[in-house]
């Protein structure tokens, strides 16, 4: 069974930081892109950082650019979004997902998606 399980998050002042992990389960998650995804109270679903299968591209939104940095180790066959510099409009719950081997900004061309973990930012 697929299976895509988030971890990593909590409470951090701003200016702090946090590793979110995406671990496989029933798939190679290098043989697929994961694209890293966050949902504020109120907001819509939003894509911040993608890692591309076919050739390794990443991709940032501009508002984490700089901050957040997106990474694989296939050996764990998990994918990391290593976030510094955290502010409190980063509070969200985050999501990775996996789709073919390209990434997409759209959350809906994704097809599998984890429980998310939710991401606090607070003094």
């Known amino acids: ?12 002042q701003p200016g702090g930081s946090l590793r979110l992990s995406c671990a ?5 998650l290098d ?22 299968s076919s050739d390794g591209s990443i991709y940032y939104k501009d508002s984490v650019t700089g901050r957040f940095t997106i990474s694989r180790d296939n050996a764990k066959n998990t994918v990391y979004l290593q976030m510094n510099s955290l502010k409190p409009e980063d509070t969200a719950i985050y999501y990775c997902a996996a789709r073919g081997t390209l990434c997409h900004s759209a959350h809906e061309a994704y097809d599998h998606w ?7 930012v607070s003094s």
């Open 1 to 12: 069974q697929v299976q895509l399980v988030e971890s990593g998050g909590g409470l951090v």
């Open 24 to 28: 496989a389960s029933g798939f190679t």
């Open 31 to 52: 043989y697929y892109a994961i694209g890293w995804f966050r949902q504020a109270p109120g907001k819509g679903r939003e894509g911040i950082s993608c890692i591309s």
């Open 114 to 120: 984890g429980q998310g973990t939710q991401v606090t």
